[in-house]
Nanobody
């Protein structure tokens, strides 16, 4: 049984930083699928913000490029999202996802496994 558990969310002032973690269990870490981070603000659709492929390739949405960094620790079966220079518009529930398909890495419909989400709130 695959489980994804996010942590690290919280409240921070504009310009601050947070690091989200996603602990994966039961997941075939060396699969050929990608993993990613998504976010969903109230009243908006869930959007893909970054993804990492099995070969280490990464991709970012324009809205977070240069501010957010995705990484993984294979030994710890953990996915990370380092978020710097946070803005109020980054406020959302953040989800990690696994089992995605790289050609459509920013589409929520291409991922098989999801965490429960962690809230990030950025105040101005």
């Amino acid at each position: 049984q695959v489980q994804l558990v996010e942590s690290g969310g919280g409240s921070v002032q504009s310009g601050g930083s947070l690091r989200l973690s996603c602990a994966l269990s039961g997941y075939p870490w060396h699969s050929y699928h990608c993993m990613g981070w998504f976010r969903q603000a109230p009243g908006k659709e869930r959007e893909g913000i970054t993804a990492i492929d099995s070969d280490g390739s990464t991709s970012y949405a324009d809205s977070v490029k240069g501010r957010f960094t995705i990484s993984q620790d294979n030994a710890k079966n953990t996915l990370y999202l380092q978020m710097n220079s946070l803005k109020p518009e980054d406020t959302a529930m953040y989800y990690c996802a696994a089992g995605g398909w790289w050609p459509k890495r920013m589409s929520q419909y291409e991922y098989n496994y999801w965490g429960q989400g962690t809230q990030v709130t950025v105040s101005s």
